[in-house]
């Protein structure tokens, strides 16, 4: 391949995919996008269970990342 990949990134450090990639800013700009987001999951407390995600995994409006708009 003797041209470079046209990527859009978000939630990914740039720095590191400018060694693969071509990084741009504009999404209508890239041949793809790269999107990284934390899945969602309900907040538990005390003891054992804080060192686990759990409860409702779907995206809602409030947890939507604003890159889906």
Do not use: Q
């Not at 800013?25 to 407390?45: H, N, Q, S, T």
């Not at 809602?60 to 708009?69: A, G, V, Y």
């Amino acid at each position: 391949m003797t041209e470079r990949i046209v990527v859009y990134l978000d939630g990914v450090d740039p720095a590191v995919a400018a060694g693969y990639a071509k990084v741009v800013d504009d999404p209508a700009a890239a041949d793809v996008a790269i999107v990284r987001r934390a899945a969602p999951f309900e907040p538990r407390g005390g003891g054992f269970e804080v060192f686990f995600h759990a409860g409702r995994l779907e995206w809602t409006r409030r947890n939507w990342p604003r890159s889906w708009n």
